[in-house]
């Protein structure tokens, strides 16, 4: 489902391009790399200073636009995948988004707790996502964002399964990371869980495992991490 590519796309961007309305320039388009997360239903997270031009644009102008990309890298750019998320950015105090955006960007604890740095959530509006040469299509809120009610369990129960796993399944996130992904090196562990997948970490490294479908609750989930580690111990590939 396109909805579906384009917020996989979205999860697992690191930083992505933030188009606001210049607050004392008659709103010319200003464009700022910023970077970013998401929340359990897709949402995008962003942590902002306010001393900066797009903080300052955004407070008169909450309507913004971001621009995620997995194009740049390729030998013609207009290949790649692509997704221009529209909506409206505002102050979050959510202390999930908070958590969330931090697992993600751990260097970021240095300068987060500082007074001019809040976090920032997008109200998504609508999308266009572009997956190549004759591949453009419009995508609404509802179909690019997973259903409330199970962003909602999921993230009420993310705290305790991230625990849970990384205390007493220490060694799963490692077998994830190089059973199921491929990657090299011990010591992975769980970042992050939502109802699509779920983000490992290595130090400064990030890998994404997409679930096979996704997840409604909290059952669901269970069942899907166990299958994970059923497939693992079988040796499939």
């Known amino acids: 489902m396109i909805g579906v590519e ?5 999860r697992r961007a690191r930083s992505a391009s933030l188009a606001t309305a210049l607050h004392n320039q008659s709103g010319w388009p200003y464009v700022s790399l910023v970077t970013v997360a998401c929340d359990c239903d897709g ?8 001393l900066s031009d797009h903080t300052r ?7 913004a636009s971001l ?5 740049s890298g390729k030998a013609n750019p207009q290949t ?16 999930r988004h908070r958590r969330r955006f931090l697992a993600r960007h751990q260097s970021a604890k240095l300068y987060a707790g500082f007074g001019d740095f809040s976090i920032y959530r997008m109200t998504v509006e609508r999308a266009h996502y572009v997956a190549g040469f004759g591949r453009a299509h419009w995508i609404d809120r509802d179909a690019l964002l997973v259903d409330a009610c199970a962003a909602e369990d999921i993230a009420a129960g993310e705290p305790g399964m991230l625990d849970r796993m990384n205390a007493k399944r220490a060694d799963y996130a490692t077998l994830y990371a190089q059973r199921l992904l491929g990657r090299r090196g011990d010591g992975w562990t769980l970042a992050g869980i939502d109802p699509d997948g779920c983000d490992l970490r290595r130090k400064n490294t990030l890998a994404r495992l997409d679930f096979p479908h996704m997840v409604e609750n909290s059952d669901a ?4 991490l166990c299958s994970f580690s059923d497939k693992i111990r079988s040796g499939d590939p």
Request: charged share 25%.
């Open 80 to 95: 790649g995948p692509r997704v221009s998320v529209l909506g409206r950015i505002e102050k979050s105090d959510l202390y």
């Open 67 to 71: 621009l995620f990309e997995e194009a």
């Open 57 to 63: 644009n955004l407070n008169s102008e909450t309507r």
């Open 221 to 224: 989930l269970e069942a899907v």
């Open 6 to 10: 384009a917020r996989g796309l979205m």
């Open 43 to 50: 949402s995008p997270l962003l942590l902002l200073s306010d």
